[in-house]
């Protein structure tokens, strides 16, 4: 495969070419209640070209199959060509390299019979409904997959990277007269096999938490001091910082531009933020971008100051400086953009005792199941809620939306614990249609002085 991309690579006539060719195969198994809704294996292979030539923009092809490689060079030059610009697109330099990187499968998923899967996710089905005879309704799911890339350009980069991925997810429903409660729980790795075995904790407390729901109460909606455990403060700074220091949105967003300013102070003293597509073992971790580009810690903000901005090559000359990793594609039928991978809040210092010992009314909120952001708005729903009553965890409450403003949230950040830990949630982060791409958060627990909280009327 190598030697057919430097080949097609060499015969270019364009003034500067990439090639992005994948093989994957994957398996998916979905269970609702007892009954298999869906068990299968799939096998994909494709490629992705793109063409510049002096003055004019990107031409691009995607194909499914290796054998038009070189016709789709040819497209892709001749579609460059079609578009002419005046201001000529330009690219920043990255190191010039050739590479073979092999992650780690810890027992290739490709080698597992599928009955085998659909066992091992009836035995974890099996897990949640046992727990209690209110839960009325389970959804569980698996899906493996292994990605063989390769990545070429005509500056002379090659690289091949095998690429595992596997994801878990259990969702219960709880059911006590009108009441209707669900617990969640997910994981996502970039792992094999062996790491989804061990799992029946994770599928037990999805449907604990559903049943516990039951008979919490709704918080009184209104403001309080709020602490968010890890997971809901990574997804906090992933929806608001993370996406708002994404350098193509900033490019096309003159008011997110001014927002994002560097030099601007955005939160306390001991707010240090930053994406990391090269932290060890973690789901949005890859060597190398879909632009050749080696991944690497990119500080966002420093001391509670704007310091940096996420880029792909293009952005990155635009503005002077240096690409950070960060232009993925959710697979060969995408051309790459640039995406958030491994983005945190870093480690402050204290206990989480230490954070709510001197609240005397609050909320803990924990866990996440959706969020959302625009500009300076923002909403969080967490999974589930604690009452802090006196200094302490007090009763469980039903999940809460946090709303408000971006930046008045930030300069409300009190505390930073000393508990940092990166989140292994499945899921995935959506942008310009490439959904789900695998993404990580990690955070200590964040006490804001307030925010307000969707509930029940006082």
């Known amino acids: 495969m190598k030697q057919q991309l430097s080949d097609a690579l060499r015969a270019s006539r364009a003034d500067y070419t990439e090639i992005r060719l994948e093989r994957s195969w994957s398996s998916t198994v979905a269970l609702r209640g007892r009954r298999i809704e869906g068990a299968q294996t799939a096998f994909d292979c494709g490629g992705f070209v793109r063409c510049l030539n002096r003055g004019c923009g990107w031409g691009a092809a995607t194909f499914t199959g290796f054998d038009d490689l070189s016709a789709m060079v040819a497209r892709a030059h ?15 330099e990255i190191p010039l390299r050739q590479d073979d990187v092999r992650e780690d499968l810890d027992g290739d998923a490709r080698g597992i019979p599928l009955d085998q899967k659909v066992a091992l996710l009836v035995g974890l089905n099996n897990e949640m409904l046992a727990v209690d005879r209110r839960i009325v309704e389970t959804q569980a799911a698996y899906r493996d997959e292994v990605t063989e ?27 006590e007269g ?15 096999w062996l790491s989804v075995h061990g799992r029946e904790g994770m599928f037990r407390q999805a449907a604990e938490r559903a049943v ?19 997971r809901l403060a990574g997804v906090f700074i992933h929806e608001s910082i993370g996406h708002l220091s994404e350098a193509d949105f900033l490019a096309e967003n003159p008011a997110a531009r001014t927002l994002m300013k560097l030099g601007r102070r955005v939160g306390p003293d001991d707010l240090n933020v930053g994406d990391d597509g090269s932290a060890s073992g973690r789901r949005g971790t890859l060597p190398y971008d879909d632009e050749g580009t080696p991944t690497r810690n990119t500080t966002l903000i420093q001391n509670g100051v704007v310091v940096g901005r996420l880029h792909n090559r293009e952005t990155a000359a635009r503005a002077g400086e240096p690409p950070t990793g960060n232009a993925r594609a959710l697979s060969f039928r995408y051309p790459p953009i640039v995406r958030l991978t491994n983005t945190y809040i870093a480690n402050g210092r204290g206990s989480f005792d230490d954070l709510i010992r001197d609240i005397k009314l609050g909320i803990y909120a ?25 200094g302490k965890v007090a009763e469980m409450v039903k999940p809460v939306t946090l709303a408000g403003k971006l930046f008045e949230t930030l300069e409300r950040i009190e505390r930073i614990g000393g508990d940092f830990r990166w989140n292994e949630m499945g899921g995935g982060c ?29």
């Open 78 to 92: 001749e579609l460059s060509l079609a578009v002419r610009l005046e201001q000529p697109i330009r690219l920043a």
């Open 430 to 458: 959506g942008k310009n249609g490439q959904v789900p791409l695998a993404v990580s958060e990690g955070a200590p627990h964040v006490r804001l002085s307030e925010i307000l909280v969707g509930g029940d009327a006082r």
């Open 212 to 230: 516990d729901l039951l008979k919490a109460p709704r918080a009184p909606g209104g403001r309080y001091p709020v602490v968010l455990d890890p």
């Open 366 to 390: 924990c866990d996440a199941t959706g969020g959302r952001s625009h500009l300076e708005d923002f909403s969080l729903t967490s999974g589930y809620a604690h009452m802090i009553r006196n």
């Open 178 to 192: 009108d009441i209707i409660e669900r617990g969640l729980e997910s994981l996502g790795l970039r792992r094999g």
């Open 149 to 175: 890339w390769w990545y070429g350009n005509s500056d002379g980069i090659l690289l091949h990277e095998l690429r595992p991925e596997i994801t878990l997810s259990a969702v219960a429903v709880a059911r």
